[in-house]
């Protein structure tokens, strides 16, 4: 079946610096990916949409400059927290779709990021 | 706007019970709906989906739910829980965008 690889599965990192989150589909070819930011006990937050070769499309109250997705290939989707704040810290969960919907939404096994 | 409501935060049950999570839906067109299952600070697994095929769909482990238009219900079911069951559970829309827009979830708490 569809396998989404998703790096780190936790990292902790100092308040200034960018953190860097990967999410690959291993055997697919992910024309669509989706960043989910999840908060404690709550559901998931749907952050941005990206599509291979295109700017992504971020969802209304995110900060597109603080959180950059790059999606520049089929396989492989980042997402960059820019000058991470402790309030950036949070559950960051990528999901990947291919282009015929044979694989429908497979999901990444999530990012802790704690900010300190 | 599609939207799902999750009727319950939190249900408990005893092993070898039967297990109901309540799920409500809302959509301007024939919705495709699912129903997955995250472990403590894992991913998402996909237990089922609906996408207007059978109204009655089988999941993984021993999993099922029914969508039923007339009520815009799709309660996820299961005849006798196990330990492992013990998760949180998402009831999922997509919408014509291909978003999927998640319910606020179900922590299912499964005694001995």
């Known amino acids: 079946g569809a396998v989404v690889s998703q790096h780190p599965s936790r990292v902790i990192c100092k308040s200034g610096t960018s953190v860097k989150i990967e999410c690959r589909s291993l055997?697919?070819?992910?024309?669509?990916m989706f960043w989910y930011r999840q908060f404690p006990k709550q559901s998931l937050m749907l952050m941005a949409t990206?599509?291979?070769?295109?700017?992504?499309?971020?969802e209304q109250g995110v900060e597109k400059d603080k959180f950059l997705i790059n999606h520049a290939s089929l396989t492989l989707s980042t997402l960059t927290v820019t000058s991470a704040h402790p309030e950036d810290s949070s559950f960051y969960i990528c999901?990947?779709?291919?282009?015929?919907?044979?694989?429908?939404?497979?999901f990444g096994s999530g990012t802790r990021l704690t900010v300190v | 706007a599609q939207s799902v409501t999750q009727l319950d935060s939190h249900v408990s049950v005893s092993e070898g019970t039967p297990v109901l999570l309540r799920c409500n839906y809302s959509s301007s067109y024939s919705p495709s709906l699912f129903w997955y299952v995250q472990h403590p600070n894992k991913g998402l697994q996909l237990l089922l989906k609906y996408t207007s095929a059978a109204t009655l769909v089988k999941g993984i482990n021993g999993f099922e739910a029914e969508f039923k238009k007339s009520e815009t219900s799709f309660h996820l079911t299961k005849p006798s829980a196990h330990m492992s069951d013990a998760a949180e559970y998402f009831c999922v829309v997509s919408d014509n965008t291909d978003k999927l827009i998640f319910g606020t979830g179900t922590r299912l708490q499964v005694f001995p």
């Open positions: 055997d697919f070819q992910a024309t669509t």
């Open positions: 990206s599509n291979e070769g295109s700017k992504a499309t971020y």
């Open positions: 999901s990947a779709r291919d282009a015929g919907y044979n694989y429908g939404y497979t």
